[in-house]
């Protein structure tokens, strides 16, 4: 029997590039840059370093197995000043979102009473956060919050799925089309955190904004749009650490094809922050709005963004065979392809990238949950609805480079960020 292939719920995140994260309302922007922390350029050379974490690409967590090229971290939250405190494992990495969001499931019954409940006007704060494959919703909650050596006290995050309140979706958040993510076996993961370019996940939109399309205040399973302080929203948080906060640095080791059962590498937290996070000779990609252009086949798809979120290339080309059945969507060439795309920054710079394209139909008979030559056409999918003229690089472009991405408004190893780097 076939192991499947599964598109977990936060392939090509809308809010990955500065759209509208939720909600039909839209103008929304991921690219707060609200100075709550600056960055630094102090290096820790007399002591050990712990701005890291692992990176684990596996099958995920027990009910979702089958994903692959899933990046996953583990993460500890705690009641805000208090000893009870949980670790939570396959937390998806994703440098196309904002914002640490964990499933309800997840989190122990201590956990779930312990976590106090964000309030606006006496009111609990539920969010809605929408993919294009779906949604999620649930309450706003705040927690001491601790990943690697980094640690962040007093965090606001999103429990998906919560009950009581918050046990009914506002219609806004449902017709946005897509299922809701709201299990783990939905998920595919215990939940994500979003370390992409924002410094949080709407910012002055939502603050200024009643009906902004991500909050919401909720009674008796009755929820209402509201604005919310950016102090009070979903952040990054990385951009809440003391010190390696105005990005992060990806390093997954080169995967031979068709692939290999398990790979683990490193997230580390800041650029040009301490000696394990500097920038060599990898070239710059500044962008104002998480988009960058890719020239393909002498196609500019301007439209594009490199995200760690998604675990294929995404792209269009009527030129390679699809998939059929179960696969549809997918790519299926007879011999595996050798491509490749140049990506355009604001700023001109340029980087051309090879890739290698693996008939999809092939690589689910092996016994591999990292897959260096998936791929895929985004619009092939029925439960999806990518950005037009984009191409996603997603978690296979990661395979054997370093690639940083650097938080909006912070100055991250000389250069100002909003950029993607490798």
Request: hydrophobic fraction near 35%; proline fraction near 4%; charge should be negative.
């Amino acid at each position: 029997m076939k192991r499947a292939i599964f598109l977990v719920g936060c392939l090509l995140l809308l809010a990955a590039c500065g759209g509208g994260g939720g909600g039909s309302s839209g103008g929304g922007s991921s690219f707060s840059s609200s100075s709550s922390a600056s960055s630094s350029s102090s290096s820790s050379s007399s002591m050990t370093l712990a701005n890291f974490t692992t990176i684990s690409v596996d099958p995920g967590p027990a009910g979702a197995d089958g994903n692959v090229n899933i990046g996953f971290v583990t993460v500890k939250i705690c009641a805000p000043g208090a000893t009870t405190c949980q670790t939570i494992d396959h937390i998806i990495m994703d440098t196309g979102s904002v914002g640490l969001r964990i499933e309800n499931e997840a989190l122990s019954t201590a956990m779930r009473a312990a976590l106090p409940h964000t309030t606006t006007g006496g009111k609990g704060v539920g969010e809605c956060y929408q993919y294009v494959d779906g949604y999620v919703f649930g309450s706003v909650r705040k927690a001491d919050f601790t990943i690697g050596g980094e640690s962040v006290s007093d965090m606001p995050l999103l429990v998906i799925g919560d009950d009581g309140d918050y046990a009914s979706v506002p219609a806004d958040c449902s017709s946005g089309g897509g299922d809701s993510h709201d299990t783990i076996a939905d998920f595919g993961a215990n939940g994500i955190i979003g370390i992409g370019m924002g410094v949080s996940d709407c910012g002055s939109y939502c603050a200024g904004t009643a009906n902004n399309g991500y909050y919401y205040t909720c009674v008796a399973a009755a929820c209402t749009a509201t604005a919310l302080a950016t102090s009070a929203q979903v952040p990054n948080p990385v951009a809440r650490m003391a010190v390696n906060n105005n990005g992060t640095v990806i390093d997954l080791p080169a995967v031979a094809h068709p692939g290999v059962v398990g790979l683990t590498g490193k997230l580390y937290f800041g650029i040009g922050t301490q000696t394990n996070n500097q920038l060599g000779g990898q070239t710059i990609l500044t962008t104002g709005t998480g988009l960058i252009t890719a020239t393909y086949k002498g196609v500019s798809l301007t439209q594009s963004f490199i995200d760690s979120g998604t675990n294929f290339y995404g792209f269009s080309d009527s030129a390679i065979t699809g998939c059929t059945g179960d696969l549809e969507g997918f790519y299926c060439p007879t011999s595996s392809l050798d491509l490749s795309a140049t990506l355009t920054g604001g700023n001109g710079n340029t980087a051309n990238v090879a890739f290698t394209i693996d008939n999809t139909d092939q690589l689910v008979d092996t016994p591999y949950y990292v897959l260096p030559g998936l791929g895929g056409d985004p619009n092939g999918f029925d439960n999806l609805q990518p950005y037009s003229n984009s191409f996603d690089f997603g978690l296979p472009f990661f395979y054997g480079r370093k690639v940083y991405t650097a938080i909006s408004g912070r100055n991250a190893g000389g250069t100002m960020g909003p950029y993607v780097a490798f």
